[in-house]
């Protein structure tokens, strides 16, 4: 166990944690979103629990990690003579993903531009269940991504072959998801404050996740080896274009919002806040 004490074990944690902060912002985002629609009460809670849920679920495939690298074995072959694939159990967990991703996106950016607005009793018809439910459905998409870039990261390899073996490996990987973990709940709550009282960056977060929904299923059909006309195979997504696009959008907004602090914003439907912890100095909420 000495070989987790060594500056190599350091900067290992410490990029991957990095990394780790960095793949939880798809999940941040969503939960902003999905968690403002509840009630006052229930919002703290839905993003501890959506968090806590990230985390469980990740560390119990990292002890289940000979499982899910066997999801990428071929499960059964589609070939229609313009169109073949060999679909896997990861690419249709993937592919589902970005499915749900879509779908929710754009019902969302449609409630909040055409829908009614919503009366106290509406609001509360939007239960915890079911925004944990969504929020479950959707964090073990992002999980198996995590666990995939942790497991590509950190070498299970013998210490004396140049990695850390499979417990080192494997210690190294619980604790960088923790880290994260807590560091995403520390912020949870500010995040979601700042996304709520700003309907451009609503509309803005929405749109990042049609953006990752189209990733995952570009994602999900590469790694089914989905293939039109016998030549032309669909790639994936590079993430560092997804991030950049991300980053830089945020950057124009944070302008636009300074140059126009003075107007009065546009009004979104459903846009009330209602959560008045947040307007407290606790940062865990």
């Known amino acids: 166990m000495e070989v987790l004490f060594t500056s190599d074990a350091l900067i290992a944690l410490l990029t991957l944690t990095f990394l780790e902060i960095i793949l939880g912002i798809d999940n941040i985002v969503f939960l902003s979103i999905v968690s403002g629609k509840l009630?006052?009460?229930?919002?703290?809670?839905?993003?501890?629990?959506?968090?806590?849920?990230a985390m469980a679920f990740r560390i119990v495939l990292l002890f289940g990690i000979t499982w899910v690298l066997s999801l990428q074995d071929i499960l059964f072959h589609l070939d229609f003579g313009f169109f073949s694939a060999g679909v896997t159990g990861q690419s249709l967990i993937i592919f589902g993903g970005g499915l749900f991703l879509l779908y929710k996106s754009v019902t969302e950016i449609h409630h909040k531009l055409e829908g009614e607005e919503e009366s106290e009793k509406g609001k509360a018809s939007n239960t915890?269940?079911?925004?944990?439910?969504?929020?479950?459905?959707?964090?073990?998409?992002?999980?198996?991504?995590?666990?995939?870039?942790?497991?590509?990261?950190?070498?299970?390899?013998?210490?004396?072959?140049?990695?850390?073996g499979y417990e080192g490996a494997l210690i190294i990987m619980i604790l960088s998801i923790i880290i994260s973990i807590v560091i995403m709940m520390i912020f949870a709550g500010p995040v979601s404050k700042f996304v709520n009282e700003h309907p451009t960056i609503q509309i803005l977060g929405l749109s990042f996740l049609i953006l990752i929904g189209v990733m995952l299923l570009a994602e999900g059909s590469h790694l089914a080896h989905f293939r039109f006309f016998g030549e032309t195979e669909v790639h994936s997504i590079p993430k560092g274009y997804l991030y950049f696009s991300i980053f830089f959008s945020l950057f124009v907004e944070f302008l636009n919002l300074r140059m126009k602090k003075s107007k009065n914003p546009v009004k979104l439907h459903n846009n009330k806040i209602l959560d008045e912890k947040l307007k407290d100095e606790d940062i865990m909420n």
Do not use: C, H
């Open 39 to 53: 009630k006052a009460e229930d919002q703290p809670k839905a993003r501890r629990i959506g968090l806590l849920l």
């Open 128 to 164: 915890l269940a079911a925004a944990i439910t969504q929020i479950a459905l959707l964090n073990l998409v992002f999980s198996f991504d995590s666990i995939l870039t942790a497991v590509g990261l950190i070498s299970m390899k013998d210490p004396s072959q140049g990695g850390f």
